[in-house]
């Protein structure tokens, strides 16, 4: 490798360890540039008006709508404009990642690519990790490198223009679900948190984030699976048991949910009214472009502590925060969406929760 490919590729290693290590001031920096597009809250997330609806929506409520084929992006992270967030002698990011910071879990599966939010009704078509990820880290590092050098020259950001246009690029949404423990005795609510580790996932690493929280996606890469995962509420139950309890990310082609205890019992508390799960919002982050559906999932304490009486203190992607309970008070709540570390999308969840709190305890 001559001195200027090593030179590159060693600039790049530099500017992505100082993206991992500073994403919450870079997030509240690259959130300037955007001063007349709306915040969710008190938060940094950018959202529209009509992606925060006035109360929450019952999350089996929201219609998914299929489309097949969709529409190609307009940016993908592969152009010109996007050389300035890659070493010379690599393609596209989800390459350099693998090449030179590849993270535990990478993995290039099928995800539900968000083309149009209309809540309660949300729209979809076929998409890859990777596809998201190719225009999501680009941006970060590109705007990372501008920072660090102290320039201005945003050609991949300025390519893509209104982060809130999903046209624009293709987008893989996670699943934002704060989580909270209901005492119906007392009155107490509490919360859990996630410090999210830059060493084991690819995006959003360094920052502290409500749990769970799950790329939308199959369970198999398959078309039976594409099928029957296409729901929010399976995604959500998955990423309970992969982040609370420890459990696989991988079922096997022949899963059924029928046949999964976990799932039984998830299906039984809801149906009891003893598990109620709420829409929030739709945001995206100032600095990658990450889009959320931010959700909240009130359990009563006893279903709570049945479900996840094994919570492990670690999983494949970090470490919970509070496993015996953060109060879900004014104190706590203004501190981790305003003095820690945390991640746009669980500040906006939080915030939403907040403001919304009355309605989702009534």
């Not at 995006?203 to 369970?219: C, D, L, T, Y």
């Not at 304490?301 to 049945?306: C, G």
């Not at 492990?312 to 919970?320: D, H, Q, S, V, Y």
């Amino acid at each position: 490798m001559g001195a200027q490919l090593y030179g590159s590729r060693l600039r790049w290693r530099e500017i992505r360890r100082y993206l991992n290590r500073h994403r919450h001031e870079l997030v509240r920096s690259a959130a300037g540039l955007y001063p007349d597009v709306p915040k969710v809250g008190a938060t940094h997330l950018l959202t529209r008006p009509e992606w925060l609806p006035d109360r929450p929506l019952p999350l089996l409520d929201t219609a998914l709508v299929w489309t097949d084929p969709c529409p190609a992006p307009s940016a993908t992270g592969g152009e010109p404009e996007a050389r300035g967030g890659l070493p010379e002698d690599i393609p596209t990011y989800s390459q350099a990642m693998e090449a030179l910071d590849r993270p535990l879990l990478f993995e290039n599966r099928s995800c539900y690519r968000l083309l149009e939010v209309d809540l309660p009704r949300l729209t979809f078509g076929r998409g890859t990790y990777f596809d998201g990820l190719n225009v999501t880290e680009t941006v970060a590092h590109e705007y990372t490198a501008a920072h660090l050098l102290g320039e201005n020259s945003l050609e991949f950001r300025g390519l893509i223009g209104d982060p809130t246009d999903l046209s624009r690029r293709s987008t893989t949404i996670g699943l934002c679900m704060l989580t909270l423990r209901r005492d119906r005795r007392t009155g107490d609510l509490t919360f859990v948190l996630h410090f999210r580790d830059a060493a084991r996932v690819a995006q959003n690493g360094g920052m502290f984030q409500v749990i769970p929280v799950g790329v939308f996606q199959p369970s198999e890469e398959t078309p039976r699976a594409e099928a029957a995962d296409f729901d929010l509420w399976k995604c959500a139950i998955r990423e309970y048991s992969e982040e609370f309890l420890g459990g696989s990310e991988h079922y096997g082609d022949g899963f059924a949910y029928d046949d999964w205890p976990f799932y039984r019992r998830m299906e039984d508390a809801r149906a009891a009214g003893q598990v109620h799960s709420h829409i929030l919002g739709v945001g995206v982050d100032p600095l990658s472009f990450s889009t959320d559906v931010l959700a909240v999932t009130v359990f009563d304490s006893e279903i709570f502590d049945k479900l996840f009486s094994g919570m492990a203190a670690t999983n494949a992607e970090g470490t919970l925060i509070g496993a015996g309970g953060i109060r879900f008070d004014a104190g706590p709540v203004e501190r981790y969406i305003h003095r820690e570390p945390m991640q746009a999308a669980g500040a906006a969840a939080l915030d939403l929760a907040w403001k919304h709190r009355d309605l989702l305890t009534s």
